[in-house]
């Protein structure tokens, strides 16, 4: 009776057990191969995606915000970011300076705190974030 369970989950491509089952067709015939699922998802945690959907690969930027607010700053020459708590001034600078190929003149860092959200009864808290506001020179643009 187990057997037969996983058998058909197996088929069917549905998660079976801790590491999950991903399916192939390969000339008719379905091959499964268990434990696939965490690690694609592992590999795919170190790259973080922007509001546009263009890939960051930095262990300090989070994202690009992409509000109405911050694209009305990118008019002066100032973009907005999401990065990780630990990150500092000096190592937001160099970083912005690698993937984009700009020496910022001014990094503002702003600690944003969480806010009080509730769903029925259930009361909870978002996330902190760290927000950078980077200025960059009057020639200088960062494609997003």
């Given at each position: 009776?187990?057997?037969?369970?996983?058998?058909?989950?197996?088929?069917?491509?549905?998660?079976?057990?801790?590491?999950?089952?991903?399916?192939?067709?390969?000339?008719?015939?379905?091959?499964?191969?268990?434990?696939?699922?965490?690690?694609?998802?592992?590999?795919?945690?170190?790259?973080?995606?922007?509001?546009?959907?263009?890939?960051?690969?930095?262990?300090?930027?989070?994202?690009?915000?992409?509000?109405?607010?911050?694209?009305?700053?990118?008019?002066?020459?100032?973009?907005?970011?999401?990065v990780y708590?630990?990150?500092?001034?000096t190592?937001?600078?160099?970083?912005?300076?690698?993937?984009?190929?700009?020496?910022?003149?001014?990094?503002?860092?702003?600690?944003?705190?969480?806010?009080?959200?509730?769903?029925?009864?259930?009361?909870?808290?978002?996330?902190?974030?760290?927000?950078?506001?980077?200025?960059?020179?009057?020639?200088?643009?960062?494609?997003?």
């Open positions: 009776m187990l057997f037969n369970n996983l058998l058909s989950r197996i088929k069917t491509g549905k998660k079976a057990g801790v590491g999950g089952y991903k399916t192939q067709k390969k000339d008719n015939e379905l091959v499964s191969t268990p434990g696939q699922l965490s690690a694609d998802n592992s590999a795919d945690a170190a790259k973080q995606k922007d509001a546009k959907g263009s890939q960051i690969d930095s262990k300090t930027i989070k994202k690009v915000v992409g509000t109405e607010k911050a694209s009305q700053l990118m008019t002066q020459n100032r973009y907005v970011f999401l708590k630990t990150a500092n001034k190592e937001i600078k160099k970083e912005i300076n690698r993937l984009y190929g700009v020496m910022p003149i001014a990094v503002n860092v702003l600690n944003v705190s969480g806010k009080t959200v509730r769903s029925g009864k259930t009361i909870g808290r978002t996330a902190n974030q760290k927000k950078v506001y980077i200025t960059l020179k009057k020639g200088d643009s960062i494609k997003i």
